[in-house]
């Protein structure tokens, strides 16, 4: 079925095409373009609205009281038609990197089934810092061993898009070069830098190990200072290493998007929600906490991600968008098939106003919510 998208601002990288349109071929994007739209067997009028690439969230756990490793496959749907209604159309599940887990989520990886698309598992843990593990339970946090990576790459070939670790652990390097040479959904798995306590030069060594991406930069690794630049300073300075940032305004001060967006630039920077459940949580002054006051994941959405990055950063909507679309794409080694709105990609993509509320979110060619339908 030929579908077309019309009468809306279409938002390509870093360009707007007033009076766009967007006709898709079934699964896939056929053409883009602007004025009088050719034909199609469905027309959808976006009636002024922005037409935009599907929201991609490389880092989420759970949404609006869901869980993502849920065993209830049900519970499972019920967060990727949440996560949807916000304009997401693809993420990757923090989970943990257990047996059991990978027996849960492998089925569902690719899965849209009227929201999101599950594009593959992050793993946050076990080989990171004790120190800075964050909310994470220390008994999740294991010293490196090559034993230990070979058995979590054995139950989870083939669906582990991305793993978190500490470079300046004893032999983490040598883990980030086996999981490197891992194929994930996507490609090679993605070795990102995080809940770490590395100096600079740790950091630099990791980087150039193979870490190309950033588990919520500035969040749980040292500050980054004049004189000790540490990881930070170390992601912030090196342009092949994408970071994360949560713009929620609690785990970032909005001055320091600001600073992390002009130096990594829109595309080296991903806007993700590493949101939770919040099922088992206090939510204080807008974010879940553990008892004693420590963060423990987000409530934020990536429409109100998006939102605002425009605020905190001053950048443009299409810079915004960017960074919640191609950049994650490209970080996660997607971007062939996802990240814009170009012919032969897969046509994912979301209609939303100026102020980034969500009215449309389309998967694979298929509207999986609408806010026309639901008021219904």
């Given at each position: 079925?030929?579908?077309?998208?019309?009468?809306?601002?279409?938002?390509?990288?870093?360009?707007?095409?007033?009076?766009?349109?967007?006709?898709?071929?079934?699964?896939?994007?056929?053409?883009?373009?602007?004025?009088?739209?050719?034909?199609?067997?469905?027309?959808?009028?976006?009636?002024?609205?922005?037409?935009?690439?599907?929201f991609?969230?490389?880092?989420?756990?759970?949404?609006?009281?869901?869980?993502?490793?849920?065993?209830?496959?049900?519970?499972f749907?019920?967060?990727?038609?949440?996560?949807a209604?916000?304009?997401?159309?693809?993420?990757?599940?923090?989970v943990?990197?257990?047996?059991?887990?990978?027996?849960?989520?492998?089925?569902?990886?690719?899965?849209?089934?009227?929201?999101?698309?599950?594009?593959?598992?992050?793993?946050?843990?076990?080989?990171?810092?004790?120190?800075?593990?964050?909310a994470?339970?220390?008994?999740r946090?294991?010293p490196?061993?090559?034993?230990?990576?070979?058995?979590?790459?054995?139950?989870?070939?083939?669906?582990?898009?991305?793993?978190?670790?500490?470079?300046?652990?004893?032999?983490?390097?040598?883990?980030?070069?086996?999981?490197?040479?891992?194929?994930?959904?996507?490609?090679?798995?993605?070795?990102?830098?995080?809940?770490?306590?590395?100096?600079?030069?740790?950091?630099?060594?990791?980087i150039?190990?193979?870490?190309?991406h950033c588990?919520?930069?500035?969040?749980?690794?040292?500050?980054?200072?004049?004189?000790?630049?540490?990881?930070?300073?170390?992601?912030?300075?090196?342009?092949?290493a994408?970071?994360?940032?949560?713009?929620?305004?609690?785990?970032?001060?909005?001055?320091?998007?600001?600073?992390a967006?002009?130096?990594?630039?829109?595309?080296?920077?991903?806007?993700?929600?590493?949101?939770?459940?919040?099922?088992?949580?206090?939510?204080v002054?807008?974010a879940?906490?553990?008892?004693?006051?420590?963060l423990?994941?987000?409530?934020?959405?990536?429409?109100r991600?998006?939102?605002?990055?425009?605020?905190?950063?001053?950048?443009?909507?299409?810079?915004?968008?960017?960074?919640?679309?191609?950049?994650?794409?490209?970080?996660?080694?997607?971007?062939?098939?996802?990240?814009?709105?170009?012919?032969?990609?897969?046509?994912?993509l979301?209609?939303?106003?100026?102020?980034?509320?969500?009215s449309?979110t389309?998967v694979?060619?298929?509207?999986?919510?609408?806010?026309?339908?639901?008021?219904?």
């Open positions: 079925m030929r579908t077309l998208i019309s009468d809306g601002i279409v938002i390509a990288p870093r360009e707007r095409l007033e009076g766009g349109w967007v006709l898709a071929d079934g699964e896939r994007i056929a053409a883009v373009g602007r004025g009088p739209p050719p034909a199609a067997d469905r027309r959808i009028d976006a009636a002024g609205r922005f037409i935009a690439p599907g991609i969230d490389l880092h989420a756990q759970g949404f609006r009281g869901y869980d993502l490793w849920d065993p209830s496959d049900e519970n749907l019920r967060a990727m038609r949440q996560m209604a916000t304009g997401v159309t693809a993420a990757q599940a923090s943990d990197p257990t047996l059991e887990v990978s027996r849960i989520m492998r089925p569902r990886i690719g899965r849209a089934d009227g929201g999101a698309r599950l594009l593959g598992l992050y793993f946050e843990t076990p080989f990171i810092s004790m120190e800075k593990r964050g994470i339970p220390p008994d946090v294991r490196p061993s090559a034993d230990l990576a070979r058995e979590i790459l054995a139950h989870s070939r083939g669906i582990l898009s991305m793993i978190t670790m500490a470079p300046e652990l004893p032999g983490a390097l040598d883990l980030v070069r086996l999981f490197r040479a891992a194929a994930g959904p996507l490609g090679p798995v993605v070795v990102a830098l995080g809940h770490t306590a590395a100096t600079y030069d740790q950091a630099v060594a990791g150039e190990a193979g870490m190309t588990t919520h930069l500035f969040n749980a690794m040292p500050p980054l200072g004049h004189r000790e630049p540490g990881a930070a300073g170390a992601l912030l300075a090196r342009p092949e994408s970071v994360e940032l949560i713009c929620d305004g609690v785990h970032l001060h909005p001055a320091v998007v600001r600073t967006v002009a130096c990594k630039g829109p595309a080296g920077t991903c806007l993700i929600t590493d949101c939770v459940s919040a099922r088992d949580r206090r939510v002054d807008g879940p906490r553990l008892a004693d006051g420590t423990a994941g987000s409530v934020l959405s990536m429409d991600a998006v939102a605002n990055v425009q605020r905190f950063a001053g950048v443009s909507l299409e810079q915004a968008v960017e960074m919640a679309t191609l950049s994650p794409a490209r970080a996660a080694g997607c971007d062939r098939a996802k990240g814009s709105l170009a012919p032969g990609k897969d046509a994912d979301v209609l939303f106003d100026a102020a980034v509320n969500v449309l389309m694979g060619g298929e509207v999986v919510w609408s806010a026309e339908a639901r008021n219904h």
